[in-house]
């Protein structure tokens, strides 16, 4: 089992950053991929980045390229998300998720191929 625990979110004015950590504990060892999604009111959960554990190839959608950076502590187990320019439409509940399983750049964006995931923590943009 891996435990998954988000921090860092907040309310924040538009154009302003954020950085939300994810610490990971228990078998991260048997970590293949580590991503983040989001989910809005009323909106389907959506990929927004990934970062592969053994060689921290990290992977976004277009719709956040150059405003989302994905990192990752490797002393520490724990990956960060650092975004820019927030937009009110950043407005969600950020999930940290784990795979231990490899997935091809293809599944990397599924949410349905990640096993472990974190309680989520608020993100607020106001404009």
């Known amino acids: 089992q891996v435990q998954l625990v988000e921090s860092g979110g907040g309310l924040v004015q538009a154009g302003g950053s954020l950085r939300l950590s994810c610490a990971a504990a228990?078998?991260?060892?048997?970590?293949?991929?580590m991503g983040w999604f989001r989910q809005a009111p009323g909106k389907e959960r959506e990929f927004v980045a990934a970062i592969s554990w053994r060689d921290s190839n990290t992977y976004y959608p277009d719709s956040v390229k150059g405003r989302f950076t994905i990192t990752r502590d490797n002393a520490g187990n724990t990956v960060y998300l650092q975004i820019n320019s927030l937009k009110p439409e950043d407005t969600a509940v950020y999930y940290c998720?784990?795979?231990?399983?490899?997935?091809?750049?293809?599944?990397?964006?599924?949410?349905?191929?990640?096993?472990?995931w974190g309680q989520g923590t608020q993100v607020t943009v106001s404009s």
């Open positions: 228990g078998r991260t060892f048997s970590i293949y991929a």
């Open positions: 998720a784990a795979t231990p399983r490899p997935l091809t750049v293809g599944q990397i964006t599924d949410t349905r191929r990640y096993d472990y």
